[in-house]
């Protein structure tokens, strides 16, 4: 895509919404790095549910613990992979009150160190939780920059890489809540809503879906 598209692109995106923000429910970086780690495979409308059960109980790593792994399952067991999720959720929280004086690390090599975090999580994290210009690359912004030929890429990290190059700076510390709430309303994977779409005529996908579709 070309760069003045690109521009186009953003500034559309940002004109119809100019606060962009996660549809995760969090009061606090640690409230947000549970949540994401539990929204792995899940929806944020799921682990909302749960998360609003959760954390009048346990919305510190200490209170987590205190909680334990058995009534963690309980509370989250309405989310996919919930014991697995679980078993991270308290290692992670051991971690944070052992080396980290109970707060989330402002670091990615830290972040990426707790168990149930990779790189996506550490950069919803570092971008929505500490207002670090990061992207994080889920399935649907993976779809968009592919689709848009905004940023093409076989696998999240190349894509992730091409899309840090190619927006501008104006527009990167809102651009993974842009490119996400597209890719989930708009530019869906089975049937993408082209004529509804803010930025069809920028758009190099082939396969757009016509009015009457």
């Known amino acids: 895509m ?35 780690i539990l929204s792995a495979q899940a929806t944020d ?7 609003r059960r959760l954390y009048p109980l346990a919305n510190t790593p200490q ?8 009534e963690l399952k309980r509370h989250i067991s309405t989310i996919g992979l919930f014991n697995a999720k679980a078993k991270n959720v308290i290692a ?21 160190a707790l168990p149930g975090v990779g790189r996506k999580t550490a950069n919803v994290v570092l971008n929505t939780a500490f207002g670090e210009p990061t992207i994080a690359v889920d399935t649907h912004i993976f779809r968009v920059a592919n689709r848009t030929g905004l940023a093409k890429g076989k696998d999240v ?36 809503e082209c004529p509804a779409c ?16």
């Open 45 to 51: 409308v799921g682990v909302n549910k749960a998360t």
């Open 63 to 70: 209170a987590m613990l205190d909680l334990g792994e058995e």
């Open 198 to 213: 803010l930025i069809r005529d920028l758009c190099g996908y082939r396969l757009k879906t016509p009015a009457s579709a």
């Open 157 to 192: 990290r190349t894509v992730e890489d091409k899309l840090v190059r190619v927006t501008p700076a104006e527009f990167r510390q809102d651009a993974h809540h842009w490119l996400i709430l597209h890719g989930r309303y708009v530019c869906k994977a089975r049937k993408p």
């Open 2 to 36: 070309k760069r003045e598209n690109v521009v186009e692109m953003f500034t559309r995106l940002r004109e119809f919404n100019p606060k962009p923000s996660t549809e995760l429910d969090y009061t606090s970086p640690f409230e947000l790095l549970i949540a994401v």
């Open 92 to 112: 992670t929280c051991r971690i944070l009150v052992d080396r980290h004086d109970g707060h989330v690390p402002r670091n990615r090599e830290a972040l990426e």
